[in-house]
């Protein structure tokens, strides 16, 4: 399980990095660290709702560190890693990304760099949802940690297979 983990946690990191712009291989000029923002020890409420293929509730999760606006190489963008999330009894990662970001405000899916991914770690092998050709829309709060999304996520490996993700998510516990 803490190899599955490990592999899981690079896979994110990779998939979190390229989907930012960020190339993996090593550069002689520093880039710039992204802004980031206190994250609980501890998982905190989420509201999120899988119907579909997958059906499941989503009610707690632990936000990455830099899960809201960030800035790399000075464009503003909007990224929400929740992790420690259990779909049908296995681990699996929440991924939402806005590029360009612009602040509070809704964001259709797949417009400019508007993402949600969904990856489940079973004993079959990794299980990846997108957004990708698929519909829906993200809405930011204001302060930039938590929004409300609601999109048509397709497996990667059988585009037949639809999940509908709806609900409230949140980067630090709602007050």
């Not at 009610?59 to 790399?72: D, E, F, L, R, V």
């Not at 602040?103 to 508007?114: E, L, R, W």
């Not at 990794?126 to 930039?144: E, M, N, R, V």
Request: a positive charge.
């Amino acid at each position: 399980m803490l190899k599955s983990s490990l592999i899981l946690g690079v896979i994110v990191l990779v998939l979190g990095m390229s989907a930012c712009g960020i190339d993996s291989a090593p550069s002689s000029t520093p880039s710039p660290s992204p802004i980031t923002s206190p994250s609980p020890a501890v998982a905190i409420k989420q509201a999120l709702v899988l119907s579909g293929a997958i059906t499941q509730t989503i009610a707690m999760a632990k936000p990455a560190q830099t899960c809201g606006k960030i800035s790399i190489g000075g464009a503003p963008q909007f990224h929400a890693q929740l992790l420690d999330i259990t779909i049908n009894q296995y681990p699996a990662t929440l991924l939402i990304d806005i590029t360009p970001y612009s602040g509070p405000k809704d964001y259709p899916i797949n417009a400019n760099g508007t993402s949600i991914a969904l990856e489940r770690q079973s004993p079959q092998g990794t299980d990846i949802w997108s957004t990708q050709g698929a519909k829906g829309d993200i809405k930011i709060d204001a302060g930039d940690k938590s929004g409300v999304v609601n999109a048509e996520l397709l497996n990667s490996s059988d585009s037949t297979k639809k999940m509908q993700i709806s609900g409230n998510f949140y980067c630090v516990a709602k007050k």
